[in-house]
C-alpha cells in the first residue's frame, strides 16, 4: 500500500516500482506485477534494474525460461556498451 502511494506520488521512482511488483510477484498476481513493470518501462525504457526485474518475473512467475534469456541478453549487451563508453 505504502509502495504504490510512493510510486503514485513520484512515477519517477523505479525503486518503489520495482519492490511493488516484486510484492505482487511474490503473492502470485504475476499479471499485476508485469503491469507495474510494463508501466515502469514506459518511463525507465531498458533500465538494468527494471530488465533484471522483467527476467527473474519471467523465470520466477511465468516460467519462461526462452523469455527470460533474451531479456538478460539484453541486459548483458546494454552492460557491454555501457563498459565500452566508459573506455
Known amino acids: 500500500k505504502h509502495l504504490a502511494r510512493a510510486a503514485a506520488l513520484d512515477p519517477n521512482l523505479l525503486r518503489a516500482r ?20 510494463d508501466a515502469a518501462s514506459r518511463r525507465h525504457g531498458d533500465d538494468p534494474r527494471l530488465l533484471f526485474a522483467r527476467a527473474r518475473l519471467e523465470l520466477s512467475g511465468r516460467r519462461n525460461v526462452t523469455r527470460a534469456r533474451e531479456i538478460l ?5 546494454g552492460a557491454a556498451v555501457r563498459q565500452g563508453a566508459h573506455l
Open 18 to 37: 520495482l519492490a511493488e511488483s516484486a510484492i505482487y510477484a511474490d503473492r502470485g498476481e504475476i499479471d499485476r506485477a508485469t503491469a507495474i513493470l
Open 73 to 77: 541478453r539484453r541486459l548483458r549487451e
